[in-house]
């Protein structure tokens, strides 16, 4: 029987696997990959600003600006003097450009139109 004190030590080793596995798909431009292996990292150890940054570039790479200052912002407040997530910030004026960019489109479809080619499971969408 293992005690907290090794289960913890467990879980900290094994995040660290994950997240060499991660970083390998990261390199490779497997960014889907790297954010389930990132994650998996985290539920083994939420407490490293390291893996919760290193999602939120993978996110970048994906375009998926929402989740990547989720991260960052979750990183940051694990350990505010981490300087390499301040470099993808909600301060990035780059991520936040395009966030705007990508809020301006969606605002500007007309989403009453697309109603007819939604599944019915959208259904409350007609509420609209």
Request: charged share 30%; aromatic share 8%; net charge positive.
């Amino acid at each position: 029987m293992t005690s907290m004190g090794e289960t913890a030590v467990l879980n900290v080793e094994r995040a660290e696997e994950i997240k060499l596995l991660a970083n390998e798909a990261f390199k490779a431009n497997k960014f889907s990959q790297a954010i389930e292996l990132y994650s998996q990292a985290i539920e083994h150890n939420g407490l490293n600003a390291v893996y919760w940054a290193n999602r939120a570039f993978a996110h970048t790479k994906l375009e998926e600006y929402g989740s990547a200052v989720q991260d960052a912002t979750k990183a940051i407040e694990i350990d505010p003097k981490y300087s390499k997530v301040k470099r993808i910030s909600p301060n990035d004026p780059d991520a936040t450009k395009k966030l705007k960019e990508c809020e301006k489109l969606f605002r500007s479809f007309d989403l009453k139109k697309l109603l007819p080619y939604m599944s019915p499971k959208h259904a409350q969408l007609q509420t609209l």
